[in-house]
């Protein structure tokens, strides 16, 4: 077993896969060393034969049908540890920096996801304007009552890294029986926002939470492991070899971005930043810009789509 790699998973459409593909050539853009593991149906590995892609990643491994999902495949990320130290990574990113500092603060983590401390107004809830009536509701701290728990962190499992295989199955387990108790929660079903799945990321916050499993910190200015696209907000080149996002050094006034509408949402960063006299921010090259947002995923796409017949071409 290699002792540092990423591991990616794809299912269902061919674009899946060759989102993971171009993902991992953005990758090999700042690393050439580590292995990639890619666990897929055979059917993409199929196409990846038939367009002799296959040498993308390091290994290929079959995905099995009870793991073809967003919850089975992240609730059983122990199953998927191909490395003694293993970094999960989604396909829908893109690499911007060498990420051999991101590994280095990694590895003091037996177990850990990029988040926050503290869950925002949009973890599991509306993403418009009807945030603001959970917030008036509460009913996150009725969850909260509810599963002997004093904290929600915020989990964005784009990106989660394993180094104890002990630890991962027990917090996986346990993400998996509070999943199964989803109707007791003040969490949004995902198909509400238009998703074919749920999401995995409540559960495991909430698992984290009860075995005190620390987060690692999503915002941290131009240390920021990933950041999301936001149009408007950063700027690139056309193939994203180079990417900068708009950093409002203000929490508050960084959360507002997450809000759909771009007219609201400039108003009232602008609005905000007057009144609360916090304007500052800075332009920040995470390590991945992940296309996260279901609204937001066009220039990725576009770009997956490019980069898939270049490479199929050449």
Known sequence: MSEEGYVLHTYGGEHYLRQAVVSVTTLRRHDTRRPVVLYCPQAHRRILEAHGLTHIFSRLEPL???HRSITGFKHHLHRFMAFKRTLFVDSDMVWCRNPDPLWI?????????????????YFGGPKSLGVFLEYLRDRRQQTLRRFNLTYLPRVQ????????QE???????????????????????????????????????????????PV???????????????????????????????????????????????????????????????QDYFMVTPF????SWLHAKGPFLAFANREWERLTTA
Not at 105 to 121: K, M
Not at 248 to 255: G, M, N, P, T
Not at 288 to 291: A, G, M, P, R, T
């Open 167 to 213: 630890a991962a199955q027990t917090i996986c387990e346990t993400a998996t029986e509070l999943y199964a108790r989803r109707g007791e929660t003040h969490f949004r079903t995902r198909f509400a926002e238009g998703r074919s799945e749920e999401s995995c990321e409540w559960s495991l916050a909430m698992a984290m939470s009860r075995h005190a499993a």
């Open 157 to 164: 499992a784009g990106m989660i890294y394993a180094s104890d």
């Open 288 to 291: 991945v810009l992940h296309f």
């Open 64 to 66: 099995p049908d009870r």
């Open 105 to 121: 603060q990694l590895s003091v983590y037996p177990f850990t996801a990029t988040g926050l401390d503290r869950a925002d107004l």
């Open 216 to 278: 690692y910190s999503w915002y941290q200015g131009y240390n920021s492991p990933q950041l999301d696209y936001i149009p408007g907000l950063t700027t690139h080149t056309e193939d994203f070899e180079q990417v900068t996002c708009r950093y409002y050094s203000d929490r508050f006034i960084f959360e507002i971005r997450g809000l759909k509408n771009a007219s609201v949402r400039d108003f009232l960063i602008k609005l905000a930043g007057r009144v609360l006299r916090r």
